[in-house]
């Protein structure tokens, strides 16, 4: 008979667990993951929460391994929550930093966990909406653009897919849809009446960079440059991987740049637009 591998006693014929042991182990992982992110929006003492967790630990059958896994889910879960308002305060900041510390999650930790990224995202945002401009480090690459002088580069994105609104048109002869080519030449031998149909669509038109300044969009790829001003968007559209922005005026139009992380790209283009 085999022994149980959380408590070492006899599991019994067939098994190498206690179904109890199992659920005590399982609800310690959820307790520890649950109290470390709500670390942040509720005033706690670090100190006794560390030694709860000791505790939950040590009766939930979780190695040291284990339990600095379940802390950085937990942190990550804090991370999620402090961000749930789009905004992180000075106060959230602190008590992220103070988990950290605490817990000695090392930067390769917090870095292939995408922690780093997400707080840094989210502290630029902050600063942004406070009127100061973090400025993307440009020294030592050559921006694919011009940017003017009186401008700051706060972010670049690479390998950005760029699509474009696109009309187009199509003729319905009865109840068939064709090209207009095709259209005028059906028409010459027949005594069917035409309609003429517009729609739009996204048409991906390059691959490229994506740079967001204190005043524009600017997008270079091999085949397409462009620059956005802020003044001429009329509206901005989320996805989950990137931003559709709508420009006003003689050229209006519909782009969207998929960044791969919509999140931020919408919130620094939001608040710039908003806050410059």
Known sequence: MASCVFCGLDAGAGSDSHGACVDVYSYGKKWITS???????????????????TLVAKFSYLSASQVRSVVMEGYKLAIDQALEDHLLSDEEERCLEAIEKTFGLTKDELHKADASLKLLYARIIRHIREGNLFEYPTDDMQLPFNVQRSEIVVW????????????????????????AELASLYLRSSELT???????????????????????IYFAGSRKQIRISYNDIVGFTPYTDGIGVTEDGRNRGSHVFLTKDGWFTYNLVVNLARHR
């Open 35 to 53: 109290m470390i992110g709500a670390f942040v929006s509720n005033e706690r003492e670090l100190r006794e929460l560390e030694y709860a967790i």
């Open 156 to 179: 670049l994105f690479a390998n950005v897919d760029y699509y474009e609104q696109r009309t187009r048109s199509r003729v319905r002869i009865g109840q068939h849809e064709v090209s």
């Open 194 to 216: 035409a309609e003429v149909v517009e729609d739009e669509q996204m048409v991906r038109v390059d691959k490229g960079a994506v740079g967001i300044t204190s005043k524009h």
